[in-house]
């Protein structure tokens, strides 16, 4: 999932640099949503990971 985030990322200053300014919006707001979606699941792997107990 960071990895997307980051390629999207990565596609959005190449277009921001290239002028293409609706392209470049579109994959800042892809990146910034996978980034979110990384956070929350990355904290809830953590959270859930320390409360599951091995018998």
Known sequence: ????ALTFLLIALVAGV????GVAGISANIAQILFVVFLVLFVASLIFGRTRRTV
């Not at 999932?1 to 997307?4: H, N, V």
Request: hydrophobic fraction near 60%; aromatic fraction near 24%.
């Open 18 to 21: 290239l002028g293409f300014g």
């Open 1 to 4: 999932m960071l990895g997307w």
